[in-house]
């Protein structure tokens, strides 16, 4: 069984300040990581993902996320952040076994941006 | 092309009715998720299809079920509804592989409200 704790359910930052979304996760076996982001009333967008070989990870708007492996973390970050951002963020992992596709999230972090 | 589409958005139910939700995959998908979203619990895998034939549960009871179409369209149904089923009930597609190496797309929705 998997397990995700991010250790932070909201975190307020001011505009154009750097921000990073703790995810520490538990696992007995390989994982695949995913950042996912929820605007209000809306469905998940997948944020950027980790499946394998370079542990740093970017999306196009910014974000970057660094798989530790010793520290069973993929803490989420961003160099400076805008309005836009303002959203709930979910860290997920899921087996790396063939044919799995259940996802097991964390319980999600609100980043506030203030202007 | 169309993302996942889901019906309907929103629905007020009482305790006791059934409901059945409904979700469309982005076309050539073949794999279909279910996931509810609560304040309390985050967000909790519910079951997987593909090909018709449901390959993984997650952990709740048999009131809720599901099914999927030879056309992939999914739907879900919650029998005897208990006020704790308030959520919003997410659909995801995935093209069928190696397991979630490929991109879950999440559709918008389904906002259920039991009285």
């Known amino acids: 069984a998997q397990s995700v704790t991010q250790l932070d359910s909201q975190v307020p930052v001011f505009e154009e300040a750097p921000v990073e979304l703790r995810c520490n996760y538990s696992s007995s076996v390989s994982v695949y990581l995913f950042w996912y982001v929820q605007y209000p009333n809306q469905g998940l967008q997948l944020l950027l993902k980790y499946l394998s070989g370079s542990t740093l990870v970017k999306s196009i708007n910014g974000f970057e996320a660094e798989f530790n492996k010793s520290q069973t973390s993929f803490h989420l970050r961003k160099p400076s952040v805008h309005i836009s951002d303002t959203a709930e963020y979910f860290c997920a992992v899921s087996p790396t076994g063939a044919g799995s596709y259940q996802l097991t999230f964390g319980k999600g972090t609100k980043l506030s941006v203030i202007p | 092309k169309a993302g996942v589409t889901q019906t309907p958005r929103y629905l007020i139910k009482t305790r006791g009715q059934q409901v059945t939700l409904s979700c469309s995959p982005i076309?050539?998908?073949?794999?279909v998720s279910w996931y509810q979203q609560t304040p309390g619990q985050g967000l909790q895998f519910l079951f997987e299809y593909f090909s018709e034939t449901q390959r993984n549960k997650g952990n709740f009871p048999g009131r809720f079920s599901g099914r999927q179409f030879s056309n992939s369209r999914s739907e879900m149904n919650v029998s005897t509804l208990e006020l704790g089923d308030s959520a919003l009930y997410l659909c995801?597609?995935?093209?069928?592989?190696?397991?979630?190496?490929?991109?879950?797309?999440f559709g918008e929705g389904s906002w259920l409200t039991v009285v």
């Open positions: 076309s050539g998908h073949r794999s």
């Open positions: 995801a597609s995935s093209l069928p592989g190696t397991g979630v190496g490929n991109t879950i797309y």
